[in-house]
């Protein structure tokens, strides 16, 4: 009877644990990065190049997903703005039927963006490593604006400041939590597993290679 007792003891305490860890790293990234956020594009400084954060572009039932569109969106605005001179779209490219930043590119050139502002990353295959490979393939390390949800931002910035990356986050439109509460709570855990990555795994990205050289020029 002890040996169980003992054992439910250690789970609660393991679960305690966990929960506070949760907890704790939210408010850590919460705290640290919100006066680097924007959403008024009349407020937001001007920078050099945005890095547009991939995600899927079509849902399980071929809907667009809001998250990808309202994306283009805040990217579209900072463009046509003036607030950027360059795009940076970096995501996922792990299978030849998927292409995060491929679809990106064909968004933000049916709105009007030309293909010479647009440069590809595709090994963003999470947000670490768009983070990473921005400064580590691209050379570009300050006057950079990162565009995603406002918790996706939050997260970026955080991981940019380990890096000492100079960064500021646009936000593009949420998606209502009516209409998807599991990315809300994911994000929870994904804050967790970011302090673990940098302060305790020093994970690194899955990919890096030869330097790649952005060819900024005037619109």
């Not at 789970?11 to 907890?23: A, D, G, N, R, W």
């Not at 705290?31 to 008024?40: C, G, I, K, N, V």
């Not at 995060?100 to 293909?115: F, H, V, Y």
């Not at 955080?158 to 949420?174: E, H, L, R, T, W």
Request: glycine share 4%; net charge positive; aromatic share 12%.
């Amino acid at each position: 009877m002890w040996i169980i007792k003992i054992f439910l003891s250690s789970i609660l305490l393991i679960l305690t644990l966990l929960v506070i860890s949760i907890i704790s790293c939210n408010v850590w990234i919460e705290l640290q990065t919100q006066d680097r956020l924007y959403s008024d594009i009349n407020n937001i400084p001007t920078k050099k190049i945005a890095l547009l954060l991939g995600t899927v572009k079509r849902l399980r039932h071929g809907y667009i997903n809001s998250y990808f569109q309202y994306r283009i969106d805040a990217a579209v605005e900072l463009y046509k703005a003036g607030k950027v001179s360059h795009i940076l779209a970096s995501g996922s490219n792990h299978t030849s039927y998927y292409n995060e930043p491929i679809d990106m590119q064909k968004a933000l050139i049916a709105r009007g963006i030309p293909a010479n502002a647009i440069t590809l990353d595709y090994a963003g295959f999470r947000t670490l490593d768009s983070v990473i490979r921005c400064k580590e393939i691209f050379s570009q390390e300050s006057d950079i604006v990162i565009v995603s949800q406002p918790f996706h931002n939050k997260r970026a910035i955080f991981i940019s400041d380990f890096y000492n990356i100079k960064v500021i986050g646009f936000n593009a439109k949420d998606v209502p939590f009516k209409d998807d509460f599991k990315t809300p709570i994911r994000e929870y855990l994904a804050r967790l597993k970011a302090v673990l990555d940098l302060y305790f795994l020093k994970t690194q990205p899955k990919f890096l290679g030869d330097k790649v050289k952005i060819n900024f020029s005037d619109k």
